[in-house]
């Protein structure tokens, strides 16, 4: 993304968004106000800019007090839905949201926490952050932030967050409650920089597999993937599963620079065009890679979009892997970002994404921004997440991958190995339960009343057999009782097994690490099993020549 456009274009942008809002409203009240008794006491000029004119007689002159700011905001969301989706305008608020999530870092104190039974519970302290260094432990109940009692308030999660973060180099105050220990504890705790981390799991299936969960393609997933993958390698790994599922894209350099691992010099990975901008090709380049001589599938479903569909689309149009799992989102275009002086930005449309094959898998879209809107839906009606025959593509055209596979645009990377959505332990149990989310809460409760002892614990294994020996099971299923959830024998046969491993995957989550969570996690995934099958066999993609 370019982060250099000047806001000259965005000076000519608010007037027109305000105007188009300004002018409709003279609109319709000439049709309701038939008797048109308007006053012409504050004609305009006969020169300059109308819409500059339109918005000083409005602020000067109109009959009730109104503020000019937030009618711009109002006016430029309104103005920019008339474009394509991805065109957006985000307050300062949501654009420091999404700068935070994309460049790896926030400023704050260092906590994983959750709202427990109406008190801030430290869940996680993060290593080497602000919070261990002033020493606060898991467990901890905060009390009061600042002075101002936190607790038993009803406060919101998002409340939190505000009362935590901060400028880097700010103190806050906390009074902590400490399980045995009857006083308030006072910690004053410096703000830092903290890392998010874009990469949410990699690990070693096998001696000879890896797998990488990628959340986005931030500013340092490619180092933190380059790194960790690196040294899966050299512990034996000769695969790799890049699981892109639920990626909604990111950096287009980030994505480009970790599929360049995977090539050879000079393949074709991307290319861009655009009215501004031109043609803007990307090639793999000439210096030694790590991972060329590594099998690869990677993974995708309905809410892969941008980046992962480019990665996605090189990997497929160059054969140099299997894509596996369901139809990607479908987005093909490239935005810019042009920065207001408070800290809101423009995200605009400048290009088009084009995959080695010439595809561009942007799905239609209109003015009817809640059509497009509800396309995900309308594929699962459609039946599209269980059945691959019910997929449509907009664009019929054949393309043709290097090997001569026929592929299409238009509405997203069809994998070269559907998989349908897995139902199979669905039943109303489960619904309720993830509507309640009792199989989380309860982790809460019981390493909360456990913590000394799964101190001791240091794997997955050890794990489940100290669930087994302390009754966890048993006494999720009370709990779950005493939330009124009612429990068929037949929903129970169904659901059973799955709802207990994700109990144990959030216990797993407080007590060892992110991928163990994950780990878990994948016991019952489908998708991957078919991956590991693949990689296993040393399956080959079909070669037409």
């Keep these: 993304m370019n982060n250099n456009v000047k806001n000259a274009k965005s000076k000519i942008i608010l007037p027109i968004a305000i105007a188009i809002s300004v002018i409709l409203g003279v609109l319709i009240g000439k049709i309701i106000y038939k008797d048109k008794t308007f006053s012409s006491s504050f004609p305009f000029g006969s020169g300059g800019n109308k819409l500059d004119q339109i918005m000083k007689v409005i602020e000067s002159n109109y009959v009730d007090d109104m503020s000019i700011d937030e009618l711009e905001e109002i006016a430029i969301a309104k103005f920019l839905e008339t474009l394509d989706p991805h065109t957006v305008y985000l307050n300062p608020l949501q654009a420091k949201a999404a700068n935070?999530?994309?460049?790896?870092?926030?400023?704050?104190?260092?906590?994983?926490?959750?709202?427990?039974?109406?008190?801030?519970?430290?869940?996680?302290?993060?290593?080497?952050?602000?919070?261990?260094?002033?020493?606060?432990?898991?467990?901890?109940?905060?009390?009061?932030?600042?002075?101002?009692?936190?607790?038993?308030?009803g406060i919101a999660?998002?409340?939190?967050?505000?009362?935590?973060?901060?400028?880097?180099?700010?103190?806050?105050?906390?009074?902590?409650?400490?399980?045995?220990?009857?006083?308030?504890i006072r910690f004053k705790v410096k703000r830092g920089n903290i890392p998010l981390n874009s990469i949410d799991a990699l690990y070693l299936i096998d001696k000879n597999i890896a797998y990488v969960k990628i959340l986005n393609f931030g500013k340092n997933t490619y180092l933190d993937f380059w790194q960790k993958l690196?040294?899966?390698?050299?512990?034996?790994?000769?695969?790799?599963?890049?699981?892109?599922?639920?990626?909604?894209?990111?950096?287009?350099?980030?994505?480009?620079?970790?599929?360049?691992?995977?090539?050879?010099?000079?393949?074709?990975?991307?290319?861009?065009?655009?009215?501004?901008?031109?043609?803007?090709?990307?090639?793999?380049?000439?210096?030694?890679?790590?991972?060329?001589?590594?099998n690869l599938v990677v993974l995708i479903d309905e809410f892969s979009a941008s980046a992962s569909e480019i990665f996605a689309g090189a990997?497929?149009?160059?054969?140099?892997?299997?894509?596996?799992?369901?139809?990607?989102?479908?987005?093909?275009?490239v935005q810019q970002v042009s920065d207001f002086d408070d800290g809101s930005v423009l995200r605009f449309t400048v290009s088009r994404y084009y995959t080695p094959a010439g595809r561009c898998i942007q799905k239609k879209y209109s003015s009817d921004r809640n059509e497009y809107d509800s396309d995900i839906i309308n594929r699962f009606r459609h039946g599209e997440f269980s059945q691959q025959d019910s997929i449509n593509f907009s664009d019929t055209t054949k393309y043709f991958t290097k090997n001569g596979r026929v592929?299409?645009?238009?509405?997203?990377?069809?994998?070269?190995?559907?998989?349908?959505?897995?139902?199979?332990?669905?039943?109303?149990?489960?619904?309720?339960?993830?509507?309640?989310?009792?199989?989380?809460?309860?982790?809460?409760?019981?390493?909360?009343?456990?913590?000394?002892?799964?101190?001791?614990?240091?794997?997955?294994?050890?794990?489940?057999?100290?669930?087994?020996s302390h009754n966890a099971y048993s006494l999720f299923w009370t709990y779950v009782k005493e939330n009124n959830v009612k429990m068929k024998d037949s929903d129970l046969r169904i659901s059973k097994n799955y709802i207990e491993n994700l109990f144990c995957a959030y216990v797993a989550r407080q007590v060892l690490s992110e991928d163990d969570f994950v780990k878990i996690i994948n016991n019952d995934d489908v998708v991957l099993n078919q991956a590991i099958k693949v990689l296993r066999e040393n399956r080959k993609l079909p070669n037409p020549h």
């Design 100 to 153: 935070e999530e994309l460049d790896g870092n926030f400023e704050g104190i260092g906590i994983q926490f959750n709202i427990f039974k109406d008190t801030i519970l430290v869940v996680n302290v993060i290593p080497k952050g602000p919070s261990e260094d002033a020493g606060l432990l898991a467990g901890d109940r905060i009390v009061k932030v600042n002075d101002s009692v936190v607790a038993s308030i």
């Design 157 to 184: 999660s998002d409340s939190v967050m505000k009362l935590l973060k901060g400028k880097g180099g700010t103190i806050v105050n906390l009074d902590v409650k400490r399980k045995n220990i009857n006083d308030l």
């Design 315 to 333: 990997i497929q149009d160059n054969d140099r892997g299997f894509i596996i799992g369901r139809r990607s989102f479908g987005k093909g275009l």
């Design 407 to 468: 592929v299409y645009a238009g509405g997203g990377i069809m994998p070269d190995i559907f998989v349908p959505s897995d139902t199979s332990n669905y039943s109303n149990l489960l619904v309720e339960i993830n509507q309640k989310n009792l199989y989380y809460n309860y982790s809460l409760q019981f390493v909360d009343n456990n913590r000394d002892k799964l101190k001791n614990v240091k794997n997955v294994n050890a794990l489940k057999s100290f669930l087994y």
């Design 230 to 294: 690196s040294v899966l390698k050299i512990e034996g790994a000769k695969s790799v599963v890049i699981d892109l599922r639920g990626n909604g894209g990111g950096y287009l350099d980030a994505a480009v620079n970790m599929i360049d691992e995977f090539f050879d010099g000079g393949k074709l990975i991307v290319y861009t065009e655009g009215k501004s901008t031109g043609k803007r090709v990307m090639k793999s380049t000439n210096s030694k890679k790590s991972f060329v001589d590594m």
